[in-house]
Structures are given as structure tokens and as C-alpha cells.
């Protein structure tokens, strides 16, 4: 059973467009929600993340979307690059238990 | 990668056979996890230490065993191998208790056939 679901699988973006990946969850310990981009070949790498208590946090043309209510968050890419094409993780921590917990992963793929 | 280093990279074994991969940090982290990525389901959590002979299972850890006799190294053994344990397999290291901040290796390729 999947915690924390993650949609689209794969995503195609045309150079320069905004690129969305969305992910949902029902564990409301969760209490950490970081992004890993992972490179062909590579270990999947902390891209950004965000704490519950905030709505939005932004680091360059990368931000994060999060709603509590509805218990889901998003990473927008603006001005998407073919170097952002790479496989995107959400995951989730469970602070308490201390687990680290990901979504299935999306392709994205960035055309020039 | 920052410190942490996977052997073998790629590994083609046979059913039935034993097969040790290796993780080894020169970050002097306590915590070591072991993950295996699969298309469809992510990243999953196999086994973790918190310390030196310090072990637990993650959600995905029939069929598997760790052993940790030093800070550095963490070592994944798959006791009788099956195909359904080809996979990728990841080692991550973190500093902290709180899970919010892993370097993952680059990751070992496994066939089983």
C-alpha cells in the first residue's frame, strides 16, 4: 500500500513551460515532505522540501504547493530546462516513527 | 556521492545464491538505510542501523539480512536470491535521527536469473 501516491508517472514539458507533479497522502503524522531528483545512473538527491505549517516555499524556479486540508503538495518547475529532466520522488516523514516514505516516482522529460 | 560508496555497481547472480552488496560512507554518519527502487513502487526501505550493531527491518525486508560491525560500512545480504529481487539497490547515510536529510549512493544494479 502505497502512502503516498504520486501522479503523473511520466510528463513531457516543452523548454521553457512549467512542469507539475502532484503527490497525496493520508498519514496526517507525516510532517516533513521533501523532493528528490534523481539523474539516469545517479542516487536521488534532496531538490527541496517543506514543513506542513507553511503553504508555499520557493528556491529559484523550483517551488512547493502544499494544502494541508486536502493533504496533498506539488513541485512546480517555471521556465522548465532539458537539464531538469530527471526522475522527481515526493516522499513523506513520519516524524515520530522517524520513516521516510516515497511516492512512486516521475519521469519528467524537459524538450528542447 | 558525497562520501558514500556502493559495490558492486552491477551484479548478475543466479537463483538460489547468496549475494552481499556493500555500502561504505567515509561521512562517519550514524544512520545507514538500505532501499530498493522498482518501477511503479519508488523507493522502499529494506533495513536501517542506527548504529554500530544496531539493525532494523524497513517494509520490505523478507528475504534479506544487514550487519553493521563498523560505522562505515553496511552490508546487504540476500540469503538465497530470487528474481524478484532484481532490482536497484540504494544505500543512504544521515547525521541525524529526524529523516529529513539522506545522501544516497549511486546505487547497485541486481539481476537475478
Known amino acids: 500500500q502505497q502512502q503516498v501516491k504520486q501522479s503523473p508517472q511520466s510528463l513531457i514539458v516543452q523548454k521553457g513551460g512549467i512542469s507539475i507533479i502532484n503527490c497525496a497522502y493520508e498519514?496526517?503524522?507525516?510532517?516533513?515532505f521533501p523532493w528528490y531528483q534523481q539523474f539516469p545512473g545517479k542516487g536521488p538527491a534532496l531538490l527541496i522540501a517543506i514543513r506542513p505549517d507553511v503553504s508555499e516555499k520557493k528556491e529559484g524556479r523550483f517551488t512547493i504547493s502544499f494544502n494541508k486540508s486536502a493533504k496533498q503538495f506539488s513541485l512546480h518547475i517555471m521556465d522548465s530546462q532539458p537539464g531538469d529532466s530527471a526522475t522527481y520522488f515526493c516522499?513523506?516523514?513520519?516524524?515520530?516513527?522517524?520513516?521516510?516514505?516515497f511516492g512512486q516516482g516521475t519521469r519528467l522529460t524537459i524538450n528542447p | 556521492d558525497a562520501g558514500i560508496t556502493q559495490s558492486p555497481r552491477h551484479k548478475v547472480t543466479e537463483t538460489g545464491t547468496p549475494v552481499t552488496l556493500r555500502c561504505h560512507q567515509t561521512e562517519n554518519h550514524r544512520y545507514m538505510y538500505w532501499y530498493r527502487q522498482d518501477p511503479g513502487h519508488g523507493l522502499r526501505l529494506i533495513h536501517y542501523s542506527y548504529g554500530v550493531k544496531d539493525t532494523d527491518k524497513g517494509e520490505v525486508s523478507d528475504g534479506y539480512s544487514v550487519s553493521r560491525s563498523k560505522t562505515e560500512d553496511f552490508l546487504l545480504t540476500l540469503e538465497s536470491a530470487t528474481s524478484s529481487q532484481t532490482s536497484v539497490y540504494f544505500c543512504?547515510?544521515?547525521?541525524?535521527?529526524?529523516?529529513?536529510?539522506?545522501?544516497f549512493g549511486s546505487g547497485t544494479r541486481l539481476t537475478v536469473v
Open positions: 516522499a513523506a516523514v513520519d516524524g515520530g516513527a522517524q520513516k521516510l516514505v
Open positions: 543512504a547515510i544521515s547525521d541525524t535521527d529526524d529523516s529529513t536529510g539522506y545522501t
Open positions: 498519514n496526517t503524522a507525516f510532517d516533513y
